[in-house]
């Protein structure tokens, strides 16, 4: 890659095995960024995964806007989290540090964060509130409730408003 090896990877994946395949080792509990840590042998940020696209392409607001949709963002050294977070804030959303990446599962899909547009208020209680014994449950009940509205609608993607409602309804 021509890269040098410390160079930060900012994951805004999030596991579907239903799309992805299964992988065992996530399957069996490991969090996902750190398999994505352990693959590419960089450093990894968690940023950006846990809202939609169209929230992400439309919902964007100044700094200090009461009602700007909040993001977290984990990472385990707290230089990678602080750049991540300005690249957070430069895309007009309050970047929410959320500790190391052990704790980025708090932030995958499931979990009361992802997807349902929350501000800076609102998401230290969605994080603590994250249960991960339900939360791949609920992310496969999600999946298929979206899949099912996609079906023979020609849409390729919900939108935000659908998408948040969802979520909200199913996760926290």
Do not use: H
């Not at 100044?62 to 009602?67: C, D, F, L, Q």
């Not at 750049?83 to 959320?98: C, I, N």
């Amino acid at each position: 890659m021509g890269l040098p090896p410390g160079t930060l990877v900012i994951d805004t994946s999030n596991y579907y095995p239903q799309r992805d395949g299964r992988i065992d080792a996530i399957e069996e509990g490991q969090v996902e960024s750190l398999w994505v840590a352990e693959q590419l042998g960089r450093p990894v940020a968690k940023a950006w995964n846990a809202i939609s696209a169209d929230s992400f392409a439309s919902e964007s607001k100044p700094a200090g806007s009461p009602e700007r949709i909040a993001i977290p963002v984990a990472a385990d050294s707290q230089d990678n989290r602080n750049l991540a977070m300005a690249l957070v804030e430069d895309t007009g959303l309050d970047a929410f540090d959320a500790g190391s990446l052990a704790d980025s599962w708090r932030q995958q899909p499931g979990t009361p964060c992802y997807c349902t547009d929350l501000t800076r208020r609102e998401m230290p209680g969605a994080l603590a509130a994250a249960e991960a014994a339900r939360s791949p449950k609920r992310r496969d009940l999600s999946f298929a409730a979206v899949m099912e509205r996609l079906s023979g609608s020609g849409e390729t993607n919900p939108d935000a408003a659908y998408m948040v409602r969802l979520s909200r309804a199913m996760f926290m």
